[in-house]
């Protein structure tokens, strides 16, 4: 290589490393505060009182079938190959967020990242999946039930966060809008997170 092609190498070389140095950044995402584990009992049960009163009729028509043990199987689950995408598509789904207990979804922490998927999830839209919809028109949200889903899983947040008996040791708070929540497995192919979505 003569010395003029190298000194064109070097130049671009110098420019590639100085537009690397100085390219646009996304935003720094620093980690989330861990969440409390001792949660008021007193608080955790008014909050199931709520949701049984405002929520449970919503998740029982739109989410029990892949996020709880009482799934209602349609007929074509009989079929061959069917029968194996539908039963690994609920397992996923009882695995992210089990409904079958009732409120709380888990015990401490868990429970806590569980609301705060099922705000992610229900806001944007993700929960319940396309593809459940189209065979369950029934199961569509209307946007006042989406509403009423957000608000609650976000108000009890806030509340068994703040009331929560270590939640000055934890440094817990910062809301729901940044954190786990939809399912894992294939369930992340239909657009859901690691835990708390709701389809």
């Known amino acids: 290589m003569n010395k003029g092609k190298q000194v064109v190498l070097v130049v671009l070389i ?3 490393v100085f537009w690397w140095a100085l390219r646009p950044r996304g935003p720094m995402h620093h980690p ?4 409390p584990e001792r949660l008021d ?3 955790l049960a008014e909050v199931g009182k709520s949701y ?3 929520v449970l009729p919503i998740f029982q028509a739109a989410c029990f079938d892949c996020h709880s043990t009482h799934t209602v199987w349609p007929w074509y689950h009989a079929l061959p190959g069917v029968k194996q995408f539908l039963d690994g598509h609920v397992e996923d789904g009882r695995r992210a967020l089990d409904l079958s207990n009732g409120f709380p979804f888990a015990p ?3 429970g806590l990242m569980k609301l705060r998927g099922i705000v992610r999830n229900v806001r944007g839209g993700d ?3 396309v593809s459940y919809k189209l065979m369950h028109p029934d199961a569509r949200l209307t946007d006042e039930q989406r509403q009423v889903i957000v608000a609650w899983a976000q108000d009890s947040f806030d509340r068994l966060t703040s009331t929560a008996k270590d939640a000055g040791i934890s440094g817990a708070g910062g809301g729901t809008g940044h954190g786990e929540g939809g399912h894992g497995g294939r369930h992340l192919r239909h657009k859901q997170g690691q835990e708390g979505g709701v389809s």
């Open 14 to 16: 110098g420019a590639g």
């Open 41 to 43: 009992p007193a608080v």
């Open 108 to 110: 401490g922490a868990k």
């Open 32 to 35: 989330m505060p861990p969440l």
């Open 52 to 54: 049984k009163r405002n």
């Open 127 to 129: 929960m319940p999946l």
